[in-house]
């Protein structure tokens, strides 16, 4: 069985909500939670824009074309998900992160991505 780490958010309090429509999360339980077996960190939750979803595309990580043999819908702009904190960094660096939810931000993101990088992208308060 796999086990959880603790669902605790970046400031160290209970990790919010991410997504319930579309289901998000490496245990597709709507919070960015995270374990040891989830190799890409799948820590930050993310607003998709249509400009984040091209370069996702772009780079290798078709997000928006619907995989239904994953049951995955595909996702539009407006959207959150839990993205891989490597991928956020990557599009931090190239000038196009979306913004963050940063309450629904799982704190493991942090070994990746600073606080201050999530803080500037962080969207209102939700």
């Known amino acids: 069985m796999i086990e959880k780490d603790p669902s605790v958010n970046v400031f160290g309090d209970p990790i919010m909500t ?36 091209a370069y996702s595309k772009y780079v290798g990580n078709d997000l928006s074309t619907s995989r239904p043999e994953y049951g995955f819908i595909g996702l539009n702009p407006g959207d959150a998900w839990c993205l891989c904190a490597s991928r956020f960094l990557q599009a931090h660096n190239e000038g ?20 201050e990088i999530l803080q500037k992208h962080a969207a209102g308060t939700h």
């Open 18 to 53: 991410c997504s319930t429509q579309p289901v998000t999360g490496f245990f597709r339980d709507g919070c960015c939670n995270t374990c040891a077996e989830d190799q890409g960190s799948h820590t930050v939750c993310a607003i998709m824009t249509a400009e984040f979803l």
């Open 96 to 115: 196009c992160a979306p913004k963050v939810k940063i309450q629904a931000t799982h704190k493991s993101a942090l070994d990746i991505v600073s606080i």
